[in-house]
Nanobody, 127 residues
Framework: QVQLVESGGGLVQAGGSLRLSCAFS????????MGWFRQAPGKEREFVGC????????YYADSVEGRFAISRDNAKNTVYLQMNSLKSEDTAVYYC????????????????????WGQGTQVTVAS
């Protein structure tokens, strides 16, 4: 059974940085595309970014493009979300998600496309 465990959330000042990690277990990590989503209070969960199984391709929401970066270490079964230049509007619970795929060319940005989800980690940006 696939399990995803996020870590690295916390409180940070606006303009600061955080790196989230998501540890994957229970399946072949390198056969899964990985995504990051977030949900702010009172709002629907939204797409942040994704990375293909090899790590060669990433795709981001416009709101985080140029500030956030996703990477993965297939040897450690872990995906990362590096968040820089944080803004108060980045405050949310951040979730990682996994999708089994053999198609390395696609980017998956819809929630319904993902098979497994983590429990989320809170990120709070103080202005």
């Amino acid at each position: 059974q696939v399990q995803l465990v996020e870590s690295g959330g916390g409180l940070v000042q606006a303009g600061g940085s955080l790196r989230l990690s998501c540890a994957f277990s229970g399946h072949t990590f390198s056969s899964n595309a990985m995504g990051w989503f977030r949900q702010a209070p009172g709002k629907e969960r939204e797409f942040v970014g994704c990375i293909n199984p090899s790590g060669a391709t990433t795709y981001y929401a416009d709101s985080v493009e140029g500030r956030f970066a996703i990477s993965r270490d297939n040897a450690k079964n872990t995906v990362y979300l590096q968040m820089n230049s944080l803004k108060s509007e980045d405050t949310a619970v951040y979730y990682c998600a996994a999708k089994y795929t053999i198609d390395y060319s696609r980017s998956y940005y819809r929630e319904v496309e993902y098979d497994y989800w983590g429990q989320g980690t809170q990120v709070t940006v103080a202005s």
